[in-house]
């Protein structure tokens, strides 16, 4: 798996590409990466929410793709894995022929055991009462 992290019109530092790297290794377990490019940069003139992280993550089957924007590079970076593991887990799950709303099969409900000195007390008292 190759990891590939640039910026557009910036430099990016060797602890934002580590952190990148550590990131989008947890997105292996998903299947078989080829390539994922990340593409940092900043758009626009404020100073909250312009940081955008563009992410493709390249497999043997199709391409996944995500574009975050966040206050810096790092919670941008968190973002896209999320969004990007939420994707490839679905696909993952369909590929498999399993429905979004499968749940796991409950046994027969068994009632409670039911003691009968409590029963009796319980009626002995509304009778008295």
Do not use: W
């Amino acid at each position: 798996m190759e990891i590939k992290v640039h910026g557009k019109h910036n430099h990016i530092s060797d602890s934002l590409e580590r952190f990148a790297a550590e990131k989008l290794s947890r997105l292996s377990k998903f299947g078989s990466i080829s390539l994922i490019d990340v593409e940092l940069y900043e758009e626009g003139r404020l100073k909250s929410e312009n940081h955008i992280a563009e992410v493709a993550v390249t497999t043997n089957g199709p391409s996944f793709r995500a574009k975050t924007c966040a206050p810096d590079h790092r919670a941008a970076i968190d973002i896209a894995v999320d969004r990007l593991s939420r994707q490839m887990s679905d696909f993952k799950r369909k590929t498999l022929g399993k429905p979004a709303h499968a749940r796991q099969a409950k046994g027969p409900a068994v009632p409670a055991p039911v003691d009968l000195a409590d029963l009796k007390t319980a009626e002995s008292t509304e009778v008295a009462g």
